[in-house]
């Protein structure tokens, strides 16, 4: 996603800024914008959906793996920055229901890498696959599409989520993460991208003097501001 927002972002160190941005309140530019610009220099079979369970695999995730590892860490240290614990939860779709692939499946890895950050600071993971698999109800019921929860899936998800709070005894003041098992971010396969495709030429941005590198070469920021509750209803 990062380098598809590079392409479309791509224009605002041009000095034709003003006017893109002027039409960018246009559907239809937007459109013909991706059709004949941006999917020039990202084909769609070079990318790899999270979705993906079949097929070839060759392309790029949305999100790199390495980099969702980095993610995930920074997530929990500023968490804990501002005194705040951690629970992370494993997401369902319709097809943990459904299919079983031979190979797993292609979100296996990523759920592998959630297990094991939350393992390094003693945080609690909610397996929601196995929850929504043995709760008896049909997968149609419980979601609205490949991944979205119906107002039941919610349901079994809030109360799910309302047992570990309760069970790691949060709801009576007692700590949320356990003991950890710290230790450096491991070096992560993807077996679902395959191939050579090195990735285009990025756009060029300038340097941001706020951004703290961390290790692997991903950067740190930190964004402040103050919520609108005006714009609460256009979420």
């Known amino acids: 996603d990062a380098e598809l927002l590079a392409a479309y972002s791509s224009f605002r160190n041009r000095r034709t800024r003003a006017l893109k941005e002027f039409l960018q309140v246009s559907a239809i530019y937007r459109l013909l914008d991706y059709k004949m610009r941006v999917l020039r220099r990202f084909p769609a079979e070079r990318r790899v959906g999270w979705m993906v369970g079949r ?3 060759i392309g790029r995730r949305r999100v ?3 980099e969702y590892a980095h993610n995930l860490q920074t997530i929990v240290e500023l968490a804990h920055e501002i005194g705040a614990e951690v629970a992370f939860m494993v997401l369902p779709n319709r097809e943990d229901m459904e299919k ?5 499946a292609a979100w296996d890895p990523y759920r592998q890498v959630m297990r094991d950050t939350a393992a390094r600071h003693g945080a609690p993971v909610l397996e929601l696959p196995e929850i929504f698999k043995v709760s008896g109800q049909a997968a149609e019921d419980l979601f609205l599409d490949e991944m979205h929860p119906t107002a039941a899936g919610h349901d079994l998800w809030s109360s799910a989520l309302l047992e570990l709070l309760r069970t790691r005894g949060w709801t009576e003041g007692q ?4 003991a950890p098992t710290p230790g450096p971010i491991p070096t992560y396969e993807d077996a679902f991208v395959g191939g050579d495709h090195a990735p ?6 300038p340097p941001d003097p706020a951004a703290q590198p961390l290790d692997g070469g991903i950067a740190r920021q930190h964004i402040s501001g103050e919520s609108n509750p005006r714009s609460w209803s256009r979420c």
């Open 64 to 66: 790199p793996i390495q």
């Open 55 to 57: 097929g070839e695999k």
């Open 175 to 178: 700590p949320l993460e356990g």
């Open 100 to 104: 079983v692939y031979a190979s797993g």
């Open 200 to 205: 285009p030429e990025a756009a060029e941005t």
